[in-house]
């Protein structure tokens, strides 16, 4: 009798909890019907946990690109109400995101999610949906794969890498080289995929390969291997800090400078040349933006984004900055704020002009821009020629 | 009501996901055990239903059997290991085997090409994991049918042990927690059951990732690392680890809330922090501390028995 007194109000309490805590914020998005008024469009960034350096750097440049469109009167009367949801870094994070963003806001596009695992979770909600997701930062395969709504503006490393080696081939005329590459992570391991697949296509001999996961700090014994195989080259398929590390302690272990460090997406950020100092100089890696790109309107872009926020922008944010180019342009050609209107829009989209470069959509609603190779010179990355 | 519980679904799964989880770590923190190998066997859960619903078409329900019964294969020899150590040892080892699973999850497939003669196969498709197809959840009755398994699933959980709680074994359970050796002397087995109570909260585990699966849908190493762990901790932290409504409470309020405070962008993680340490400092028993179910009891009492005299 005492057990069930005390339970009762427990389960009270519970569903009390349950139902006041999920229930507080609810928001009002009228979806406009024509070109006017508000038009809700979702993005969902890693803003906390283990992406958010990329997230946050992606969602101020959304935001700046909302900004501008706005001012501009790009889209007549109508205005961009961009709503950006957090999604932690996680699966569930990025689920809960979309749904929310879909049923609550009736939100008419979504960009993101940041990271490639919580894409493949989250975006068939928006294709069963019917609303059109944006990827601007997934570089793994499978992604446009999930359905006809879902398109992506970053270049995958299956198209970005053949063309880093067939570029630093014809230069250095490397014939055999190491990898090394961390497995744990599904950027790392995709970089390593493209890469191997571009080698064995060129005909460049792998003397071995080489693992690490995320976080490790020592890599001496793989660099000592490395280093009595004789490579005319390394490739490194890390993130920034694991890279830095490998590098310094490369050239620390006496590996000659004559052998280049070819890396992926991973050493596309600031931080590289900064935490790896001179062991970065020559250091060469594809991308998909290159900061001092002579494409349009990507001067303006870099000066506002550093007006704004005090520091340059890397190839994430131009990324999601063309995304949101790219929607409204989409919306602007749709003529109407209607999803599948957009998605038929954006499936269109030739030759935009974006700080990319000439921005196409193919038929697998795959990017279609030119990738750039650069390579660090006084601690800064510049254009490889 | 039906059009909150549409447009939440999603959270309200996690949270139901996240209670049998809670549930499960509570019955070893209730035997005084501080076992931080849930996330472990969460993994080992929602990687058979992964596996067994991508290699073949045996129905959801046998794959789920199949993880909490691997689950109880792995837990008892484990167990025979690990709980002879106490305390922070304890909460050591287990922590160690929880790693050891998501490295197997890792590198599974180098594994597997050992023993296989096709060198192509790929069963745990390493750090990218294992993608289940989307399929549009049915509503039924209100619910998808995604949701129902585990709405079942975790009331089970809660009957049997609502039924244990005041049951022989739950006191024994108790007395193993308040005094081991005061225990032993009336005469408990206590490794007996110290590892009856590990293999529940194993078997739990394994059963909430196994339902976890169609939800999340990518199976990945990186759902299951320790973070995962003290998360689930958490739950019994804040709920309190002396009755079962503890770790239902911690989950629950540990998972809304940072849905409802979304407007709080990047800070809202800060709230989930602060409201654990107030608890830890203030409430040290968790939410569901008898003492304030006593106060609230004797509040709600009160005029009854004005009424008899």
Request: contains cysteine.
């Given at each position: 009798?005492?057990?069930?007194?005390?339970?009762?109000?427990?389960?009270?309490?519970?569903?009390?909890?349950?139902?006041?805590?999920?229930?507080?914020?609810?928001?009002?998005?009228?979806?406009?019907?024509?070109?006017?008024?508000?038009?809700?469009?979702?993005?969902?960034?890693?803003?906390?946990?283990?992406?958010?350096?990329?997230?946050?750097?992606?969602?101020?440049?959304?935001?700046?690109?909302?900004?501008?469109?706005?001012?501009?009167?790009?889209?007549?009367?109508?205005?961009?109400?961009?709503?950006?949801?957090?999604?932690?870094?996680?699966?569930?994070?990025?689920?809960?995101?979309?749904?929310?963003?879909?049923?609550?806001?009736?939100?008419?596009?979504?960009?993101?999610?940041?990271?490639?695992?919580?894409?493949?979770?989250?975006?068939?909600?928006?294709?069963?949906?019917?609303?059109?997701?944006?990827?601007?930062?997934?570089?793994?395969?499978?992604?446009?794969?999930?359905?006809?709504?879902?398109?992506?503006d970053s270049l995958p490393e299956m198209l970005v890498q053949p063309n880093t080696i067939k570029e630093t081939?014809?230069?250095?005329?490397?014939?055999?080289?190491?990898?090394?590459?961390?497995?744990?992570?599904?950027?790392?391991?995709?970089?390593?995929?493209?890469?191997?697949?571009?080698?064995?296509?060129?005909?460049?001999?792998?003397?071995?390969?080489?693992?690490?996961?995320?976080?490790?700090?020592?890599?001496?014994?793989?660099?000592?291997?490395?280093?009595?195989?004789?490579?005319?080259?390394?490739?490194?398929?890390?993130?920034?800090?694991?890279?830095?590390?490998?590098?310094?302690?490369?050239?620390?272990?006496?590996?000659?400078?004559?052998?280049?460090?070819?890396?992926?997406?991973?050493?596309?950020?600031?931080?590289?040349?900064?935490?790896?100092?001179?062991?970065?100089?020559?250091?060469?890696?594809?991308?998909?933006?290159?900061?001092?790109?002579?494409?349009?309107?990507?001067?303006?872009?870099?000066?506002?984004?550093?007006?704004?926020?005090?520091?340059?922008?890397?190839?994430?944010?131009?990324?999601?900055?063309?995304?949101?180019?790219?929607?409204?342009?989409?919306?602007?050609?749709?003529?109407?704020?209607?999803?599948?209107?957009?998605?038929?829009?954006?499936?269109?989209?030739?030759?935009?002009?974006?700080?990319?470069?000439?921005?196409?959509?193919?038929?697998?609603?795959?990017?279609?821009?030119?990738?750039?190779?650069?390579?660090?010179?006084?601690?800064?990355?510049?254009?490889?020629? | 009501?039906?059009?909150?519980?549409?447009?939440?679904?999603?959270?309200?799964?996690?949270?139901?996901?996240?209670?049998?989880?809670?549930?499960?770590?509570?019955?070893?923190?209730?035997?005084?055990?501080?076992?931080?190998?849930?996330?472990?066997?969460?993994?080992?859960?929602?990687?058979?239903?992964?596996?067994?619903?991508?290699?073949?078409?045996?129905?959801?329900?046998?794959?789920?059997?199949?993880?909490?019964?691997?689950?109880?294969?792995?837990?008892?020899p484990i167990g025979m290991l690990v709980l002879g150590l106490r305390d922070i040892y304890l909460a050591i080892?287990?922590?160690?085997?929880?790693?050891?699973?998501?490295?197997?999850?890792?590198?599974?497939?180098?594994?597997?090409?050992?023993?296989?003669?096709?060198?192509?196969?790929?069963?745990?498709?390493?750090?990218?994991?294992?993608?289940?197809?989307?399929?549009?959840?049915?509503?039924?009755?209100?619910?998808?049918?995604?949701?129902?398994?585990?709405?079942?699933?975790?009331?089970?959980?809660?009957?049997?042990?609502?039924?244990?709680?005041?049951?022989?074994?739950?006191?024994?359970?108790?007395?193993?927690?308040?005094?081991?050796?005061?225990?032993?002397?009336?005469?408990?087995?206590?490794?007996?059951?110290?590892?009856?109570?590990?293999?529940?909260?194993?078997?739990?585990?394994?059963?909430?990732?196994?339902?976890?699966?169609?939800?999340?849908?990518?199976?990945?190493?990186?759902?299951?690392?320790?973070?995962?762990?003290?998360?689930?901790?958490?739950?019994?932290?804040?709920?309190?680890?002396?009755?079962?409504?503890?770790?239902?409470?911690?989950?629950?309020?540990?998972?809304?809330?940072?849905?409802?405070?979304?407007?709080?962008?990047?800070?809202?993680?800060?709230?989930?922090?602060?409201?654990?340490?107030?608890?830890?400092?203030?409430?040290?028993?968790?939410?569901?501390?008898?003492?304030?179910?006593?106060?609230?009891?004797?509040?709600?009492?009160?005029?009854?028995?004005?009424?008899?005299?």
């Amino acid at each position: 009798m005492k057990a069930r007194l005390f339970l009762f109000p427990m389960i009270f309490m519970l569903l009390l909890v349950c139902f006041t805590a999920i229930d507080v914020s609810s928001a009002t998005a009228e979806s406009a019907s024509s070109l006017s008024g508000e038009i809700p469009i979702g993005a969902v960034w890693s803003m906390t946990g283990a992406a958010a350096v990329y997230g946050s750097t992606q969602k101020n440049a959304s935001e700046l690109a909302v900004e501008q469109i706005n001012q501009s009167g790009m889209l007549g009367a109508a205005k961009i109400k961009l709503i950006t949801e957090d999604d932690r870094s996680t699966k569930e994070g990025a689920i809960t995101a979309f749904d929310k963003l879909i049923k609550e806001y009736k939100v008419v596009a979504i960009l993101g999610p940041t990271l490639s695992n919580s894409a493949k979770a989250a975006d068939p909600i928006a294709q069963a949906a019917k609303v059109p997701v944006l990827a601007v930062s997934n570089t793994a395969a499978g992604i446009v794969e999930m359905g006809d709504f879902i398109f992506r503006d970053s270049l995958p490393e299956m198209l970005v890498q053949p063309n880093t080696i067939k570029e630093t081939k014809n230069k250095l005329g490397y014939k055999k080289v190491a990898i090394l590459y961390g497995n744990d992570d599904v950027f790392t391991k995709g970089g390593y995929d493209a890469f191997k697949k571009a080698l064995n296509d060129q005909g460049i001999q792998i003397l071995a390969t080489e693992t690490f996961n995320k976080n490790d700090s020592d890599f001496s014994a793989q660099l000592t291997k490395i280093k009595g195989l004789k490579p005319d080259a390394i490739i490194v398929s890390a993130l920034a800090e694991e890279a830095a590390g490998i590098m310094s302690q490369g050239r620390q272990l006496g590996i000659p400078e004559s052998v280049p460090f070819i890396g992926g997406n991973g050493f596309n950020s600031p931080k590289l040349a900064q935490l790896a100092g001179p062991a970065a100089e020559g250091a060469i890696t594809g991308a998909a933006w290159l900061i001092s790109n002579d494409t349009p309107g990507n001067k303006a872009f870099v000066e506002a984004y550093n007006k704004k926020y005090g520091a340059n922008p890397d190839q994430f944010a131009a990324q999601a900055y063309t995304g949101v180019y790219i929607l409204a342009n989409a919306i602007k050609t749709a003529g109407s704020s209607n999803p599948t209107a957009i998605r038929d829009a954006m499936a269109k989209i030739r030759d935009m002009d974006t700080v990319l470069g000439k921005f196409s959509f193919d038929a697998r609603r795959e990017p279609v821009h030119p990738p750039v190779v650069q390579i660090i010179k006084n601690g800064k990355f510049v254009l490889y020629k | 009501m039906l059009e909150f519980v549409s447009n939440n679904i999603s959270t309200i799964n996690f949270i139901l996901i996240n209670i049998a989880l809670g549930l499960s770590i509570y019955i070893t923190l209730a035997t005084g055990l501080l076992s931080l190998s849930n996330a472990g066997f969460m993994a080992i859960g929602a990687y058979t239903v992964a596996i067994i619903s991508t290699q073949s078409n045996i129905p959801f329900i046998v794959g789920l059997m199949a993880a909490i019964a691997l689950g109880v294969a792995l837990a008892l020899p484990i167990g025979m290991l690990v709980l002879g150590l106490r305390d922070i040892y304890l909460a050591i080892a287990t922590l160690g085997f929880g790693e050891i699973v998501r490295i197997i999850a890792l590198n599974g497939d180098k594994v597997v090409h050992l023993f296989s003669q096709n060198k192509e196969l790929i069963i745990f498709n390493g750090a990218e994991g294992i993608t289940l197809t989307y399929r549009t959840p049915t509503i039924m009755l209100g619910l998808p049918d995604t949701t129902w398994p585990i709405l079942i699933y975790v009331i089970v959980i809660v009957y049997i042990l609502a039924t244990l709680h005041n049951s022989r074994f739950g006191r024994i359970l108790a007395s193993i927690r308040q005094d081991e050796t005061a225990a032993s002397t009336l005469g408990v087995n206590v490794v007996h059951y110290k590892l009856l109570a590990f293999v529940l909260g194993s078997a739990i585990a394994a059963g909430a990732g196994a339902l976890s699966a169609p939800i999340v849908r990518v199976i990945d190493p990186h759902n299951y690392v320790f973070s995962r762990g003290v998360d689930i901790l958490a739950y019994a932290v804040l709920g309190g680890m002396t009755h079962w409504v503890g770790p239902i409470l911690g989950a629950t309020v540990l998972t809304s809330l940072p849905e409802a405070l979304r407007f709080l962008k990047d800070q809202r993680d800060i709230v989930n922090g602060l409201i654990i340490m107030l608890s830890i400092i203030y409430l040290p028993a968790g939410l569901a501390d008898p003492r304030i179910w006593g106060l609230f009891k004797r509040l709600v009492s009160f005029p009854k028995r004005e009424r008899v005299s």
